[in-house]
Structure formats: structure tokens, C-alpha cells
């Protein structure tokens, strides 16, 4: 049962969450010498996966039934049975009884974002999940909130605004090509999976995702040389090309199989785009912590 649990829980989506270190990186705080805003922004790391973790069985409670009919989703421990809904739900009890008064002993201001992204996805999981463009932009509020978090945790000096477009901006984008991909997977059946995929078609979707490429890659370079932190001869502006490539390279698995509907599972097996992601990561570190 403690294994079913922690699949349930989905330790793999757990990346998302990395972006709480963004306010680290970016706001140049990262370094031996800066042990405690990394450590307070490591332990709220922790947290948000714990939380993350409580997100994902809640919402397979709620969708139980919609995943016993799901060609992969039934095998999910919940779907299943493997994990009682009962049990579940002590889990969850749990988790929540250690996570908020954890939370709140490393910042207030934590607390309050990590209550926020919880009740985000509770009524995304009742009702928002059900409602045409506003279930994506749910998913991308839930990444806002993760920057938020990671901002509400260190002294920041100069955290540009520019980074939450781009975070807005990007998870639009891949939760707008995740819709996409359900779709060409399920066809026919699509409505009886999921039903906000009844208001989209596949040419919207496209259109959506062309427009967010675009304004992502926009964003992205209005930020390198915009923000005030940055080295005043421009050179953030070399890792571009490390973003349109990434945002290619996603696309091109979208339109060319039936990748795109879990992104967790694309950087997990997907080399190129590990690769680009390492290069890009690097070129930042060496642009704010070298030059």
C-alpha cells in the first residue's frame, strides 16, 4: 500500500516544482556563501513536493471513475484499487497535518502561497477542470505560484517581473500542447475521458500554441536584456537560441506522434531536449555567477 501510495503521488511530476528555485538562481543567491536562502528554498522544495503529492491523490479521487475507463489511467492505484479511497484520504490527512504548520515555520508568506496552490487545485479538480481555457490557466496559475513561493522564502533584490510571463507564458504553452495530444490520443472518445476536451478541436489548439511559442520566445528575450540584474553588455541574450530550440523541439513531438500529453515523461526520455534544458541551465549559471 505505501508503494501504491507514492505512485499516487507521482514523484516524477515532482520536477515541476524546481522553478521555487528560480528566485535563488536568478536573483544571484546561489553559492556556498549564501547557505540559508538555499537551504530555506531547498526545505520549501521538499514541501511543495509533498504538497504536489497531496494534489495528485486528491484529484484521482476525484477521478476515479473517469479513469477506470481510461486506456492507461485505469491502472493507477486508486483506479485500480490498490489504494483504497479510504486510505487515501488518511493520507492525505497526514501529509497536511506535517506540510502547513512546516510551511509556516520557514515563512508566513510561504504558508499562505502553498494554502492558495492547494485550494487552486482543489477547485480545479471540483470545477475548473471542467471549464474551456480556464483548466490551462489554472495549470499555469499553479506554476506562477511555485515562482511566488520561491520568492516568499529569500530577501529578493532584483527578481525581474519579466520571468512571470515567461513561467506564464511557457506552462500555457505545454499545458495547451497537453490538451493537444489527449485529444489526438482518445479522438472519438475524448469527451468521455475528459469532458473540457469537448471545447477544443485540435486546429484551435494549434492556433493556441503557435500564438504561446511565439510570445514565449518574445517574452523570454524582452527579459535578457531588460532586466536589471543582468551583465550590461547584453550577453544573456546568447542563450535565445537554447529556449527557441526547446520550444522546437516540443512542438515537433507534438505535431509528430503521440508525445506532448505528459511533459514530465518528454524530459524524462527525450535527449535532445535534456540536452538543450543542460545547456541552457549552464549558460545561465555561467552568465550570472562567472561574468
Known amino acids: 500500500m505505501l508503494t501504491a501510495l507514492l505512485k499516487t503521488m507521482r ?61 492507461t489511467k485505469r491502472s493507477r492505484p486508486i483506479a485500480s484499487g490498490r489504494l483504497p479511497i479510504p486510505a487515501a484520504w488518511g493520507a492525505v490527512i497526514a501529509l497536511m ?10 515563512s508566513p508568506g510561504f504558508a499562505a502561497v502553498a494554502l492558495g496552490y492547494l485550494l487552486l487545485n482543489l477547485a480545479y479538480s471540483k470545477w475548473l477542470k471542467h471549464i474551456t481555457l480556464i483548466d490551462v490557466f489554472s495549470i499555469a496559475l499553479g506554476f506562477v505560484l511555485r515562482v511566488g513561493a520561491g520568492v516568499t522564502l529569500i530577501h529578493v533584490a ?28 482518445l479522438a472519438d472518445e475524448a469527451n468521455a475521458h475528459r469532458r473540457v476536451l469537448d471545447g477544443y478541436t485540435i486546429p484551435m489548439l494549434d492556433q493556441y500554441i503557435s500564438v504561446l511559442a511565439s510570445t514565449t520566445i518574445i517574452a523570454y528575450s524582452l527579459y535578457t536584456f531588460s532586466a536589471p540584474n543582468l551583465p550590461e553588455n ?5 542563450t ?37 534544458m543542460l545547456l541552457w541551465g549552464a549558460s545561465v549559471l555561467l552568465i550570472f555567477y562567472i561574468f
Open 240 to 276: 535565445i537560441p537554447f529556449v527557441i530550440y526547446g520550444i522546437f523541439r516540443y512542438l515537433g513531438l507534438l505535431q509528430c506522434g503521440d508525445s506532448g500529453g505528459a511533459p514530465e515523461e518528454i524530459l524524462l526520455s527525450d535527449r535532445p531536449l535534456q540536452l538543450v
Open 11 to 71: 514523484p516524477r511530476q515532482w520536477a515541476k516544482n524546481v522553478v521555487i528555485f528560480a528566485a535563488l538562481v536568478f536573483d544571484r543567491q546561489l553559492g556556498l556563501n549564501n547557505l540559508p536562502p538555499m537551504l530555506r528554498t531547498l526545505v520549501g522544495f521538499i514541501i511543495f513536493c509533498l504538497l504536489s503529492g497531496v494534489v495528485y491523490i486528491i484529484n484521482d479521487i476525484a477521478d476515479v471513475e473517469a479513469d477506470r475507463k481510461h486506456p
Open 158 to 185: 532584483r527578481f525581474s517581473p519579466w520571468l512571470y510571463v515567461v513561467t506564464t507564458l511557457g506552462s500555457l504553452y505545454i499545458g495547451f500542447g497537453k490538451r493537444r495530444a489527449e485529444l489526438s490520443l
Open 97 to 106: 497535518a506535517v506540510i502547513f504548520p512546516a510551511a509556516y515555520i520557514l
Open 234 to 238: 547584453h550577453v544573456m541574450m546568447l
